[in-house]
């Protein structure tokens, strides 16, 4: 033994603290022998090796609470934690992640429902716990996308790609089939180089390939996919319809309204003259007479309703002139398939391109009849700029079909055609506004589905395979970065509720976006991978800390 061993004094030995579910445990044990053996609070004490004022505590504790007995007892006990611990995580993933609940309502929550009493629901013992979830939430996300992508087939995909400000620009681009994010996250510029090297990050160790990138004409997205990643950009109709309505719609309307005004004005004066000519008709009748030379009534009436009539004309034209706009506008959206969207019949790039080329010059008439001004007419120019864009898209799409089509068989054309109209319909009928227009698609798929069936021709891979196949060819098509912009959408409203989002938070964001919320029954991560991905919620509980009791009310100093 040496010389500071044989002087140092021993330290009393600090009471031990028991975690939460031990003491659950001790009083579920202490409860259970009281009532079968009567045990005292001193033997109960003495086999457990517990201080017995320790346990005394433990029972004040509960009995200071002012609740009822029962509800005490069951929030004591280890299956009341394990609901409280459920509760506690599901009010924070819930509300406050998924939803947009701040802090402060959560300790409402607690306070209301009296949970307080069991829970530390402070400002800063909530913030303590959202941080843990949060970054559990990020560490799920990863671990779940590197085992994930360990069994994904590989497969080739388009990228929709955009930004967004909060005012710092924020990169967003989606597997629109799917609506997997890949990236989400904020950068310093906007233009090729980094784009790729977000989409590089983005795709890192998943077995895919891009091969079509969607959306705006804006030169860094039309840059980043041509020459960063050596495929086709095809332009968002979304934006070429966006383009025609702002240069035909607010001219157009107000024409209208000033047409509007216009007949009413005549209208006033039609009636006014009309009324002039009723009493002067009176008048006549009862033999009295006006000084002067009398009005001619008759020809004011026939003038004032020469001019009502003339109003009413050019506000007919200005309505029908709107109408023209908006059909043209719609056409536009209807011509953009692969598939004729009336007959269910296969339409190439070439009918696409002059449906589209009618439908513009369609609206170049109207802006014509309609003496549009030069920036309404440049609107349009610009516009119609981009056709070829959308041409080529549909022209990709049949060379990528009929590429796999072959590899199948030279007899497997006809059927596949038939199967991957059939499948790309039910994906556009989804998309439909009304019920009748949904209802109408897929009844009009199932019929291409039944003459692919008709041809007599069975696939050589069978029909299971041909129309998984067929569903997966109908979503190579890709006109719209629509996904990115409501993702955009729903960012703009958590940016206005936080009025910050950390990368931290954006983070959260994402991963919530593809292994939590669910479209159709499935999570982003399970249509994207093809294998349903962990429960994060059960995954978090079994990692993330159980409830921690309230603080005692401090003594305040007198």
């Known amino acids: 033994m040496s010389t500071n061993d044989a002087t140092t004094t021993a330290t009393p030995e600090a009471s031990p603290r028991y975690p939460r579910l031990a003491t659950s445990q001790l009083l579920d044990d202490f409860r259970d022998q009281q009532q079968r053996c009567g045990t005292s609070t001193r033997q109960f004490a003495q086999q457990q090796q517990l201080p017995r004022s320790t346990l005394q505590a433990w029972l004040d504790r509960q009995r200071?609470?002012?609740?009822?007995?029962?509800v005490v007892q069951f929030f004591d006990s280890t299956v009341g934690l394990a609901f409280l611990h459920r509760l506690v995580a599901a009010a924070h993933l819930v509300f406050g992640l998924q939803g947009s609940a701040g802090l402060r309502l959560l300790t409402d929550f607690f306070r209301l429902g009296q949970l307080d009493r069991f829970v530390a629901a402070s400002y800063g013992a909530r913030q303590q716990f959202a941080?843990?979830?949060?970054?559990?939430?990020?560490?799920?996300?990863?671990?779940?996308r590197q085992q994930l992508a360990q069994d994904m087939a590989p497969k080739e995909i388009a990228v929709a790609e955009d930004e967004t400000y909060h005012p710092d620009i924020c990169l967003v681009a989606i597997?629109?089939?799917?609506?997997?994010?890949?990236?989400?996250q904020y950068a310093a510029q906007r233009d090729a180089a980094t784009w790729n090297a977000a989409l590089q990050q983005g795709l890192l160790g998943l077995p895919v390939i891009v091969v079509q990138s969607v959306g705006d004409e804006a030169k860094g997205l039309i840059a980043h996919a041509q020459v960063g990643l050596g495929v086709p950009h095809s332009p968002d109709v979304f934006h070429v319809q966006h383009e025609q309505s702002r240069g035909t719609a607010p001219v157009l309307a107000a024409q209208q309204r000033q047409a509007q005004r216009a007949v009413e004005q005549a209208q006033q004066h039609y009636a006014l003259v009309q009324q002039a000519q009723h009493e002067a008709q009176q008048q006549a009748a009862m033999n009295i007479r006006a000084p002067g030379r009398p009005p001619d009534h008759a020809r004011r009436v026939q003038t004032a309703a020469a001019t009502l009539a003339d109003c009413q004309q050019r506000l007919a034209s200005c309505e029908q002139r709107q109408e023209q706009a908006r059909a043209a506008i719609r056409q536009v959206s209807a011509a953009d398939h692969p598939f004729d969207l009336d007959s269910g019949r296969a339409q190439g790039a070439p009918v696409v391109e002059q449906r589209l080329r009618a439908a513009c010059a369609q609206l170049e008439a109207v802006a014509e009849a309609a003496s549009l001004p030069e920036g309404s007419r440049r609107r349009l120019a610009k516009a119609r700029r981009v056709l070829p864009g959308l041409v080529a898209a549909v022209a990709f799409f049949w060379l990528r079909v009929r590429t796999a089509a072959q590899a199948l068989g030279p007899e497997a054309w006809g059927p596949a055609e038939r199967l991957t109209a059939g499948m790309y319909l039910r994906r556009v009928a989804s998309k439909q506004r009304t019920a009748e227009q949904r209802a109408a698609l897929r009844a009009l798929a199932e019929q291409c589905l039944a003459e692919a069936r008709s041809l007599g021709v069975l696939p050589p891979c069978g029909w299971q395979e041909a129309e998984r196949l067929a569903?997966?060819?109908s979503g190579w098509f890709q006109r719209s970065s629509s996904c990115v912009e409501g993702r955009n959408g729903q960012l703009a409203l958590r940016h206005h509720s936080?009025?910050?989002?950390?990368?931290?938070k954006l983070a959260v964001l994402t991963?919530?976006?593809?292994?939590w919320i669910k479209r159709g029954g499935q999570t982003a991560a399970e249509r994207f991978f093809g294998k349903k991905p962990a429960n994060l919620f059960e995954w978090l509980l079994a990692r993330l800390p159980l409830p921690a009791r309230p603080a005692r009310p401090r003594q305040k100093v007198a």
């Open 64 to 70: 200071h609470l002012d609740l009822d007995p029962a």
């Open 131 to 144: 941080a843990a979830l949060e970054q559990g939430v990020i560490d799920f996300a990863a671990a779940q």
């Open 175 to 184: 597997e629109p089939v799917s609506n997997f994010l890949l990236v989400e």
């Open 471 to 473: 569903w997966e060819w």
């Open 498 to 504: 936080l009025h910050k989002l950390s990368p931290r």
């Open 511 to 515: 991963a919530l976006h593809n292994y």
